[in-house]
């Protein structure tokens, strides 16, 4: 489960060990320190002090408010043999983080995990390492260490504070939260490692216990994922191919949950696949909002007004989405799956999951000078014209830049003597 040391002699692992214990030591509470430690028990092989080590983190980090790495404890608990432990630490992450805990205040943030304290000063680096090489010696120190850290966690569950609400996981009940915990799987991965690439079946939908990971397309870095952070939901539950490529930065833990212990769970817990369903949808829309030329304009509070409006459309091979000749009454976000864009027998473009098309037509309230129809199962998101009418209210300004490009591509259309090759960005769909 946990990253592999690079140093493969025991006493380097040992000498790691000591200096990861001495630092918990000194910081109970620092759930970094104590991921270290249990990381580093688990690659001396000593199952069982790695298993309290876990069980330690797994209060701790439930009282820090830090699910994802509290959630990954409890099952690595289960994959070292301590089934009773892992059940109990699910359990009691379920009863802290579900709907209905009155323990989870919504305007509380889930904050980053603090940097380890330094135990020792630099100059004792070269004799401490000499001091502590020694397998067993680094054992007992450890074993101290962590008695101390579950001492803290157990102090933290009395006062029983106030814990973040974590994205998703708040939406669900107890019984569905148990049942997502279920079907998890601890996997480590170390820096340059792929998780995921572009062009792959989707399997799995993953979550962040530990690290960092980029995101990237065509070699761009689109972004950073840390703690916390799920990501490949939405290909997963659209049975889409991925997009982009999710690769580690920093050695990371993972909680997996693949598509068949998805579907397990989902079936004892029916509101599971509603609640996924339903955070995938607002994610993309956040997503497009943000990014979108049209919706970046609008303020966050705006676009959290206009997401509920957007509806699922699922098209199947061959199905029309919009038709050339007849005006488009909505604007759709394809989730997943892809679209041609065609004028009779040519090819004008193939648009896939992100793109946005029948803006134009929507608002140019004018026929569509293509068809577009589904390439393979494609799943839409769209807004209908009551819901860009409100926008017009509140924001006329925005349809008056559309409207100077819907003037600017005509113009382009009838440049005189000179035959128009229609762009993919033409099209008014």
Request: charged content about 25%; glycine content about 8%; cysteine-free.
């Given at each position: 489960m946990a990253p592999s040391s690079s140093a493969s002699d025991p006493k380097s692992q040992a000498g790691k060990l000591a200096r990861e214990a001495e630092t918990l030591a000194a910081a109970p509470s620092d759930t970094v320190a104590l991921a270290r430690v249990a990381a580093a028990i688990e690659e001396l092989g000593n199952r069982s002090l790695a298993a309290r080590a876990f069980d330690a983190l797994a209060a701790s980090a439930r009282e820090d408010g830090q699910f994802a790495l509290a959630a990954f404890a409890a099952v690595a608990l289960i994959h070292l043999g301590d089934e009773k432990g892992g059940r109990a630490a699910n359990a009691a992450l379920a009863e802290a983080y579900a709907q209905g805990s009155k323990r989870v205040d919504n305007k509380r943030r889930t904050r980053p995990p603090a940097p380890p304290a330094r135990?020792?000063?630099?100059?004792?680096?070269?004799?401490?390492?000499?001091?502590?090489?020694?397998?067993?010696?680094?054992?007992?120190?450890?074993?101290?260490?962590?008695?101390?850290?579950?001492?803290?966690?157990?102090?933290?569950?009395?006062?029983?504070?106030?814990?973040?609400?974590?994205?998703?996981?708040?939406?669900?009940?107890?019984?569905?939260?148990?049942?997502?915990?279920?079907?998890?799987?601890?996997?480590?991965?170390?820096?340059?490692?792929?998780?995921?690439?572009?062009?792959?079946?989707?399997?799995?939908?993953?979550?962040?216990?530990?690290?960092?990971?980029?995101?990237?397309?065509?070699?761009?870095?689109?972004?950073?994922?840390?703690?916390?952070?799920?990501?490949?939901?939405?290909?997963?539950?659209?049975?889409?191919?991925?997009?982009?490529?999710?690769?580690?930065?920093?050695?990371?833990?993972?909680?997996?949950?693949?598509?068949?212990?998805?579907?397990?769970?989902?079936?004892?817990?029916?509101?599971?696949?509603?609640?996924?369903?339903?955070?995938?949808?607002?994610?993309?829309?956040?997503?497009t909002m943000r990014t979108s030329d049209l919706f970046s304009r609008l303020e966050p509070a705006e676009r959290e007004q206009l997401m509920p409006r957007f509806q699922p459309h699922v098209l199947a091979p061959g199905d029309k989405a919009l038709t050339a000749g007849e005006e488009g009454d909505r604007l759709h976000v394809i989730v997943s799956g892809d679209v041609e864009v065609s004028q009779g027998e040519r090819v004008l473009a193939q648009l896939g999951a992100g793109a946005v098309f029948g803006e134009m037509s929507l608002l140019g309230r004018r026929p569509a000078s293509a068809d577009v129809v589904a390439r393979t199962r494609t799943v839409t998101l769209s807004l209908d014209r009551a819901g860009f009418d409100d926008i017009a209210v509140k924001r006329p300004e925005l349809l008056a830049e559309v409207y100077k490009l819907l003037v600017a591509r005509e113009a382009e259309n009838r440049k005189a003597d000179q035959p128009y090759e229609v762009q993919p960005e033409d099209i008014v769909v």
């Open positions: 135990a020792s000063k630099e100059g004792d680096a070269d004799a401490e390492a000499a001091a502590t090489d020694d397998p067993q010696v680094a054992m007992k120190a450890a074993s101290a260490a962590i008695d101390e850290a579950a001492a803290h966690a157990a102090l933290q569950t009395k006062k029983a504070g106030p814990l973040p609400a974590v994205p998703l996981i708040a939406a669900l009940d107890a019984a569905s939260l148990g049942e997502l915990l279920g079907v998890m799987e601890p996997i480590s991965k170390k820096a340059g490692e792929v998780v995921v690439e572009v062009g792959e079946d989707a399997r799995s939908l993953y979550l962040i216990a530990r690290g960092t990971l980029a995101v990237s397309r065509d070699g761009q870095e689109l972004g950073r994922l840390g703690a916390g952070a799920f990501f490949g939901e939405i290909a997963l539950l659209s049975g889409a191919r991925r997009t982009a490529r999710v690769a580690v930065v920093d050695d990371a833990w993972l909680l997996e949950v693949p598509h068949e212990g998805l579907e397990k769970a989902a079936a004892k817990a029916p509101a599971l696949a509603d609640v996924l369903a339903r955070y995938a949808r607002a994610r993309l829309l956040a997503n």
